[in-house]
């Protein structure tokens, strides 16, 4: 039907395709369930959107996100303060406690180094890093960025930053997934797998 058009609808709709990983099907399917819902429901989903811009922000210490001055983890007394673990963003650090084998602190920087596209060190969380290792007696931060081009810079930045403050800088390890054959591992994890081994 030329020219049928139900303007609220499409703007809902809209705003669900600029989400990323959302396209126009998906979006247009995800507009009319928030249409079936019970106005009530409705409500309340509108307002855990508005409750989260309002409330959530970036921990002082860790630039992680919360809705606390200082985050749940960086407030935890029974974790590991001397060792931090750098990494690109808040997801990052929910898929490292989901391990439940890390029981030191984070610092998340928003982003890595890219001057393609216009970010260099200013625009990142890395003095904020700085600011922490002489005050919280830092004595390794564990390097965490994602294995591309502008997480491996941003590791190496910053670790000539930290090697003369007298801290041990080290590089998550990346290799070879569990269940994964080596024959179709690509050259450059076979070579991180190799660095990466350890003693059994």
């Not at 369930?33 to 921990?59: N, R, T």
């Not at 992680?64 to 750098?86: F, P, Y």
């Not at 970010?119 to 390097?143: F, H, S």
């Amino acid at each position: 039907m030329a020219g049928y058009n139900i303007a609220p609808l499409e703007r809902l709709i809209e705003q669900f395709e600029r989400m990323p990983g959302i396209g126009a099907k998906t979006a247009q399917r995800l507009a009319y369930y928030v249409l079936k819902l019970p106005q009530a429901d409705a409500e309340g989903f509108a307002d855990a959107i508005i409750q989260a811009h309002k409330k959530i922000h970036y921990c002082k210490v860790c630039c992680n996100i919360t809705d606390k001055d200082v985050c749940s983890l960086c407030s935890n007394e029974k974790r590991n303060h001397s060792v931090i673990c750098v990494v690109e963003d808040p997801r990052d650090v929910m898929a490292l406690e989901r391990t439940q084998e890390f029981d030191a602190v984070y610092h998340v920087l928003h982003g890595v180094i890219s001057p393609l596209n216009g970010i260099g060190p200013d625009q990142i969380y890395i003095k904020e890093l700085l600011a922490r290792i002489g005050k919280d007696n830092v004595t390794e931060v564990i390097m965490a960025t994602n294995p591309t081009v502008e997480g491996e810079a941003t590791a190496m930045y910053i670790s000539k930053l930290l090697k003369p403050l007298g801290v041990k800088v080290t590089r998550l390890a990346y290799g070879i997934p569990v269940g994964g054959d080596l024959e179709y591992a690509d050259e450059v994890t076979l070579a991180r797998a190799l660095e990466g081994r350890r003693e059994i």
